[in-house]
């Protein structure tokens, strides 16, 4: 009963986000992004900001359109199939699909129970969770 009354006081309450942490996003020796992290004082959910070079997303609407919730987690989705790596930060849940158009046809891109890439087999893509690496760097090389 205590967790649906969260979950309640989560829907109606109105958030007040602090700035909580931020992951460095590394590729080859380089920072190539920025991703800060925000999380509500009461209800704990978090929201993204992801700043990285030739990135203009200035967001039209104030706030956080997606939030993360107990059963999903932010994520960093990496293409290695191209020249340049290509990357995009996303809240999953286990089991999800990722649509993603690219050069390489493999299989379905879909999220394992530890949010990692379920086909290990799959050389060009990568999926990582931003948990681990709060106030620390993430390497996107695959």
Request: charged share 25%.
């Amino acid at each position: 009963m205590a967790a649906k009354q969260e979950e309640t006081n989560a829907k109606t309450h109105e958030h007040d986000f602090r700035y909580y942490a931020c992951v460095n996003l590394w590729d080859n020796g380089e920072v190539t992004g920025v991703i800060d992290v925000w999380r509500c004082t009461a209800c704990h959910v978090k929201g993204i900001e992801l700043r990285a070079q030739g990135l203009s997303n200035l967001a039209t609407e104030t706030g956080f359109p997606v939030l993360d919730a107990p059963d999903s987690n932010w994520v960093v989705f990496v293409c290695g199939a191209q020249e340049q790596l290509r990357y995009e930060v996303l809240c999953v849940h286990v089991g999800d699909i990722i649509e993603h158009e690219c050069v390489e046809k493999t299989s379905p891109i879909k999220v394992s129970s530890s949010y990692k890439l379920e086909d290990t087999k799959d050389k060009f893509h990568k999926i990582q969770s931003i948990e681990p690496y709060l106030n620390e760097t993430m390497d996107l090389s695959l």
